[in-house]
């Protein structure tokens, strides 16, 4: 397969996160034209945005894709109906508890910024919940606009997250 080099995020912190968080990528996985290449461990990270919710399990996969940004997008959203999420429009449920969350992180070296779907995550150079997993698999990745992955982490500070074993 030749294919795009895509980064997602993973997290959750509703139910048995960790199990499902290794479900999702084995559905990664099993994606059309898409295989997994690498997947950090799991991360807790408190909760952003939120506080006053459980702590997350943060992850990140790294995937070759032949599905175009937009497929691999509503993709990742049927996984995460198919684990329970609802996705609703309010800043509660954007930043609430949830069963499972993937973010379209990076899709190669792609600038996409159409409704519904902005590549590089606009944020991703700002999260240390992200990073971390994500420098973990791909340290040299680029975020386009913002340099490396290692580098965006290392301006970043990431106490408090701890791998899991």
Same mark, same amino acid.
Do not use: K
């Given at each position: 397969?030749?294919?795009?080099?895509?980064c997602v995020?993973?997290?959750?912190?509703v139910?048995?996160?960790?199990?499902?968080?290794?479900? &999702?990528?084995?559905?990664?996985?099993?994606l059309?034209?898409?295989?997994?290449?690498?997947?950090?461990?799991f991360?807790?990270?408190p909760?952003?945005?939120?506080? #006053?919710q459980?702590?997350?399990?943060?992850?990140a996969?790294?995937?070759?894709?032949?599905?175009a !940004?937009?497929a691999?997008? #509503?993709?990742?959203?049927?996984?995460?109906r #198919?684990?329970?999420?609802a996705r609703?429009?309010?800043?509660g449920e954007?930043?609430?508890p949830?069963?499972?969350?993937l973010?379209?992180?990076?899709?190669?070296?792609?600038v996409?910024?159409?409704?519904g779907?902005?590549?590089?995550?606009?944020?991703?150079?700002?999260? !240390?919940? &992200?990073?971390?997993?994500?420098?973990e698999?791909a340290?040299?990745?680029v975020?386009?606009?913002?340099?490396?992955? !290692?580098?965006a982490?290392?301006?970043? #500070?990431?106490s408090g997250?701890?791998a899991?074993?």
């Amino acid at each position: 397969m030749s294919g795009v080099h895509a980064c997602v995020g993973l997290g959750g912190n509703v139910g048995e996160v960790a199990r499902t968080l290794a479900a &999702a990528l084995h559905a990664l996985d099993r994606l059309p034209d898409t295989r997994l290449l690498r997947a950090s461990r799991f991360y807790r990270t408190p909760a952003w945005g939120r506080r #006053d919710q459980p702590d997350f399990l943060n992850g990140a996969a790294v995937l070759e894709t032949g599905l175009a !940004a937009q497929a691999l997008l #509503d993709a990742l959203l049927a996984i995460e109906r #198919d684990f329970g999420r609802a996705r609703g429009d309010g800043e509660g449920e954007r930043w609430g508890p949830r069963t499972l969350d993937l973010d379209l992180l990076l899709y190669g070296d792609a600038v996409i910024d159409i409704p519904g779907l902005r590549v590089p995550h606009p944020h991703l150079h700002e999260r !240390a919940f &992200a990073l971390l997993p994500l420098a973990e698999i791909a340290p040299a990745a680029v975020i386009p606009g913002h340099g490396p992955v !290692a580098e965006a982490l290392a301006a970043l #500070d990431a106490s408090g997250i701890e791998a899991i074993p």
